[in-house]
């Protein structure tokens, strides 16, 4: 794949631009400066391999030469999308899981930013923004997702036990038609984020629906209970063993379902 046989492959989406890098330190990173210059909406980074990917806290993301998908997508969000950023997560995770469906698979979002297969992370989300001053300019999307096996780091580096599509599928797929379909996907689900249905649709997948699970916020921070589904904002929703409503926001948080 070069520069130009990805343009042409994805010629039929309305991006705003395309950068493809054989190598990269990190998609987000560049998509967060080219947005902050002159991006339009829409604009698309996208690597074969990245050298410093990474997830929600600065956790490594393993993306070698050849074996993942690594991109972000650049938007600059609507008036009306700016009541509901915090659903940009989500926008990714339901348009993942729209491609993988019709593969046959069952993908279940892991919340806040990860898609699971057979309980095994196959793809992380990670949400990054530009600001001026105090309102955000621009919403960056950025995804990686295990294609061959190759892409799944050894189990001494996981802090998740990870899977891909070669495993799920028997095969490797197409990399570059996998991500036509997955931008068209976040093209055509986008309007619908302010929606009550989009929130359904998002809860319908929640990995550990309920069931009992702790969601550990950072240091000795834990929180138990039933996962019940989600706030209008995307925070995590648990039924605690007091009977109680608990809404679990954004922050350093990791679900382990009890054993």
Known sequence: MNQTEL??????????????FDSIGST??????????????????VADEQTLGRGRHDRKWFTPPGTALAFSLI????????????????LAALA????????????????????????????????????????????????GINISQRAVPSTDILNFPGTSLEVALG????????????VANIIVLRPYIGTDSFLSSWEKKLAYYGRQ???????????????????????????????KSVAVRFGDVRLRPFA
């Open 7 to 20: 343009t042409e492959l994805l010629s039929e989406l309305p991006l705003g631009g395309i950068r493809y």
């Open 28 to 45: 987000n990173d560049e998509a967060l400066s080219w947005a902050s210059d002159d991006a339009d909406d829409l604009s698309l980074v």
């Open 75 to 90: 938007l600059h969000p609507t008036p009306s999308e700016k009541s509901f950023l915090s659903r940009t997560v989500g």
């Open 96 to 143: 993942l899981s729209n491609v993988l469906q019709p593969l046959g698979l069952n993908p279940q979002i892991k919340w806040p930013n990860d898609i699971l297969l057979s309980g095994r992370k196959l793809a992380g989300i990670l949400i990054e923004a530009t600001w001026a001053d105090d309102e955000v300019n621009n919403m960056v999307i950025g995804m």
């Open 171 to 182: 095969y490797v797929p197409d990399r570059w038609t996998f991500l036509r379909d997955l």
């Open 213 to 243: 699970v702790r969601v550990e916020l950072g240091g000795d921070q834990t929180v138990s209970g039933k996962v019940t589904g989600l706030e209008s904002d995307g925070s995590l929703k648990l039924l605690d063993d007091n009977g």
